[in-house]
């Protein structure tokens, strides 16, 4: 198997794609909890003018008949006005695409979006839903015994790792 | 370990049916959720899709305004149905047994039950007898439990003072007759509060209230010095029977909060009350009005940790 990209250099990348698009009206919300480690490096690589929104999606899941509530839900945070405004809606990995159905629901009950755009970092295939990422750093193939997840260091770098599915 | 009725055998919330005996985990586990669930709350939308499709009723079978709309408030915006059922005032009038109106309730495809009783233990005897798929929330029983009152005020401290382990919290009053004094108190032991105290007079304070962990103060002056949290109960007049009391003016004199008596708790003690409050009789006006008092907050917070438990036990196997 390839080794896995370098996520250091996809957050470049996608700095530099999302750069020329951000505008006055651009705000950025990340998802719960490898998407808002990234959001926060492309917030502030960006300088948007809007304070970041951090969202967890737990009340909104569509598994909750088989799994119940999941454990210690973070509290969704959208410090800003979302109706009328352009999103960027951040995930580490896009894979059935079910965690940001919910996210966009999850939203529109905070107000009606002019748009929303999906960043990702990776893209492992898989999807159950009719929905694709605006701006993916890489598309990676993964086993489906496998889970492709964002991990923080303690010097704040990111990185791929792959483990077990349970 | 024994097993315990409110949890599955993963450990997970299946009923809630008191404080006493939930573990620390999950203790915690209800005020982090309800934490999320406050942010829910402050939103345009005040609803979130989590219990569609689900019935909740509320089976009171002991008359409650306030516990009981909370509850329902909590249910609506968790997008549930609510039924609610004044059942003083139905079935059980016509001889219906507890059980008997449960699995008729049951039958209509019930998924929780939020039971107010005035006999301890009934919504343990339900729980015990319930299907799988549901549910059974106290909402208070007799003197015994009102686990959601207990745990929004424990999520009030700890949203004002953070952190349990340095604490001194006061429960004030008539603590012979309160379920809410014994859920707090057994969720402040639980949360490792160094210092419990219980003020009141010998009359009003169980025989062996010691065992529960907590200091005993008949003189309310020395109770309340250096206290963090002072939490005032109801003088439950309509539970008294016979004379417990010379009067309430009586009662005021040496057990009601006034902002003298405040003044020997810590300057930024917070003053908390269960409501309904009885102004001049536990309480002073210019206290419950004043500065110090988070009994409005403890309101708002007590939907929020209602919708944490009734996602928490609704989604449990």
């Known amino acids: 198997m390839k080794p896995l990209p370098d996520a250091e250099s996809l957050c470049a990348g996608l700095v530099a794609e999302l750069r020329p698009l951000i505008g006055p009206n651009t705000a950025m919300i990340g998802l719960y909890t490898g998407g808002v480690w990234l959001a926060e490096r492309l917030h502030a690589e960006l300088a948007l003018a809007q304070p970041l929104g951090t969202m967890d999606i737990a009340f909104y899941r569509d598994d909750y008949n088989k799994q119940g509530l999941a454990r210690d839900p973070k509290r969704t945070r959208i410090p800003f006005t979302v109706g009328g405004r352009d999103l960027l809606l951040v995930d580490d990995v896009l894979y059935t695409g079910r965690t940001v159905r919910a996210a966009m629901n999850e939203l529109f009950d905070y107000g009606r979006p002019a748009s929303i755009s999906l960043v990702v970092l990776a893209d492992r295939g898989g999807r159950e839903l009719p929905i694709c990422a605006q701006h993916c750093g890489a598309k990676v193939d993964v086993p489906a015994d496998m889970r492709l997840r964002l991990r923080r260091g303690d010097d704040g770098k990111l990185r791929l790792e792959l483990e077990r599915a349970e | ?317």
């Open chain 2, 1 to 317: 370990m024994q097993s315990n009725p409110q949890l599955n055998a993963n450990g997970e919330l299946r009923h809630l049916l008191s404080i006493e005996g939930l573990p620390r985990e999950v203790l915690l586990g209800i005020l982090d959720t309800a934490a999320s669930f406050v942010g829910v709350t402050e939103r345009e939308v005040k609803k979130v899709p989590i219990l569609r499709g689900k019935s909740v009723f509320n089976l009171f079978f002991e008359p409650s305004t306030r516990t009981r709309t909370t509850f329902e408030i909590a249910a609506k915006r968790l997008s549930a149905d609510v039924i609610n059922l004044n059942i003083a005032a139905s079935s059980q009038t016509k001889g219906e047994s507890l059980l008997d109106t449960v699995a008729n309730l049951s039958a209509m495809q019930a998924d929780v039950f939020v039971v107010r009783h005035a006999s301890s233990g009934a919504p343990f005897l339900i729980a015990q007898h319930v299907k799988a798929h549901e549910h059974v929330i106290n909402a208070g029983d007799g003197r015994h439990a009102h686990p959601t009152q207990g745990l929004l005020d424990l999520y009030t401290i700890r949203h004002y003072k953070r952190d349990f382990s340095r604490l001194t919290v006061a429960v004030v009053g008539d603590v012979l007759h309160s379920r809410v004094a014994r859920s707090l108190i057994h969720g402040l032991t639980t949360l490792s509060t160094p210092e419990v105290r219980v003020i009141g007079p010998k009359t009003l304070l169980p025989t062996g209230v010691e065992s529960l962990g907590v200091r005993v103060f008949h003189d309310m002056r020395e109770g309340l010095r250096g206290a963090d949290v002072v939490v005032m109960l109801r003088l439950q007049s309509e539970r008294m029977r016979g004379a417990l009391l010379p009067s309430a003016q009586e009662f005021f004199k040496h057990y009601g909060l006034t902002a003298e008596k405040l003044a020997l708790a810590r300057p930024d003690a917070i003053v908390m009350h269960p409501g309904p409050m009885n102004r001049g009789v536990e309480i002073d006006s210019s206290v419950a009005d004043g500065p110090h008092s988070v009994i409005l907050p403890q309101v708002t917070f007590g939907i929020a940790v209602r919708m944490a438990v009734m996602s928490m036990v609704a989604g449990t196997s």
